[in-house]
């Protein structure tokens, strides 16, 4: 309120224009000095026009008119008239001394005014500086009145936060006060607890002493395990650095089995290049084996057809039969018969297998000719022929394992006899066929 009793508002100063004015209306006196002299001048202008009149006319008039008393009547009115007019020229001239005077005063005055005026200016010049520096001050005020209102605004709202907030203390510590009961009910109960668990304090102490005295025993076996620690870690170090030699090897390794994979890149390509030729060769050899066959049919019609057998081999229609005493393995056995000329039996047809079946004693099993070794569950003769007409027993062939590759005739007494897959490393007695 202070600071706002200082300040003025903008009607409160002096404008130049106003300032003109005053100085207009302190010029006044000198215009009636003025005025005055110009009058007492007319006046002056007067009186000497009057006393001309007088001795010119009159006079003139009094020497020439015979009718002396009527010129003399007309002296004394002219007389009258001239006194009047130097009474009149008198007070004139007592008013101009006065007006004089007067002028005089107005002349110091208007000095003193001037004078006055010159400090008014100053003061002026003065007053115009400060009003300057006031309404510097005025709008640096209002800018600090602007931020403090936007202070009193921003107050306002922590105002407003702070009630909210306020409201929530007040929440959150009647929601304490509830707690703090809660707390107490809890304490009472945590106390009862602690004197129980005081004495069960006192029980754990005792069996405090007795697991230090175990603690100590454990102690001594700790340093035993940190001894053998200690050794097992050199042992580790050890590890570690075969670990990184055999890490070194591995690299190698991966080096070399990138090479392989190279090179089995390569044999892979040479691989379907043999194919391609084993195909053109097993096409080849199937004409081979027609025109063999053809020459076979010829053979036996012509010149064998009562070829005998060797000795302990058996005739049936136009092949011989062996059958082996001892056992052996399915790739052993056909190698047997190819020694002796021959290859493991080819049944061809029922009669024949009714014939092979009469070869063997009862329920003895021997290998004949066929195996699915090249393709599981595809069966092929040693000639190079599909088996087509089969004498499974039931439930075979089972490739139990998945490594029963390799057949066999089981001798029954009713029937033709039946056969089985089997594990071809199992040995058993064989048939061969020449
Ligand atoms: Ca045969
Ligand atoms: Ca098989
Ligand atoms: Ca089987």
Redesign the pocket.
């Known amino acids: 309120m202070g600071k706002k009793s200082i300040l003025r508002t903008d009607t409160d100063f002096i404008s130049p224009s106003q300032l003109k004015v005053d100085f207009q209306r302190r010029k006044q006196p000198s215009r009636c000095v003025t005025v005055c002299l110009g009058l007492l001048c007319a006046v002056l202008l007067a009186g000497n026009i009057g006393q001309f009149i007088y001795y010119e006319i009159i006079s003139r008039l009094a020497s020439a008119d015979p009718t002396q008393t009527s010129l003399q009547f007309q002296g004394d009115r002219l007389q009258d008239g001239y006194d009047a007019s130097t009474a009149e020229r008198k007070q004139l001239e007592a008013k101009l001394s006065n007006l004089t005077e007067e002028r005089g005063q107005l002349q110091q005055s208007y000095t003193a005014l001037t004078t006055e005026r010159n400090e008014f200016k100053a003061s002026f010049n003065n007053l115009t500086n400060e009003n300057d520096q006031i309404e510097a001050s005025y709008y640096t005020l209002k800018r600090e009145n602007d931020q403090l209102q936007t202070s009193y605004n921003n107050m306002q709202k922590s105002h407003n936060n702070l009630t909210a907030t306020k409201d929530q203390l007040q929440t959150n510590n009647s929601n304490l006060q509830r707690e703090k009961d809660e707390l107490q009910t809890l304490c009472i109960t945590l106390r009862e607890n602690r004197d129980q668990l005081q004495s069960n304090y006192s029980s754990l102490k005792i069996n405090k002493e007795q697991l230090q005295a175990s603690y100590n025993t454990l102690k001594q076996e700790s340093n035993q395990l940190q001894t053998s620690y200690n050794n097992m870690q050199k042992r580790l170090e050890e590890l570690q650095t075969n670990h990184n030699n055999l890490t070194a090897a591995k690299d190698q390794l991966q080096t070399n089995n990138r090479n392989l994979q190279r090179e089995k890149d390569e044999l892979r390509t040479l691989s379907i290049t043999l194919r391609e030729n084993r195909d053109q060769l097993q096409s080849n050899c199937s004409s081979l084996k027609i025109n063999k066959d053809q020459l076979q049919i010829s053979f036996n019609t012509t010149s064998t057809t009562d070829r005998p057998c060797q000795t302990s081999w058996s005739k049936f229609e136009m092949s011989c039969y062996f059958v082996s005493t001892e056992k052996k393995n399915w790739e052993h056995s056909r190698r047997h018969c190819i020694r002796k000329g021959a290859d493991l039996v080819v049944i061809d047809s029922k009669a024949e297998q009714a014939f092979v079946n009469g070869l063997l004693t009862s329920d003895q099993e021997a290998w004949i000719g066929m195996t ?1 070794s090249a393709t ?2 595809t069966w092929m003769w040693v000639d190079g022929t599909p088996v087509t007409t089969t004498y499974w027993d039931a439930g075979q ?1 089972d ?1 139990v394992g998945w490594v ?2 390799c057949g066999d005739t089981k001798q029954k007494s009713s029937g033709v006899g039946v056969w089985n ?1 089997e594990r071809c490393s199992t040995k058993k007695n064989l048939i061969c066929e020449q």
């Open positions: 699915d599981e569950g062939p490739n029963q590759d897959d």
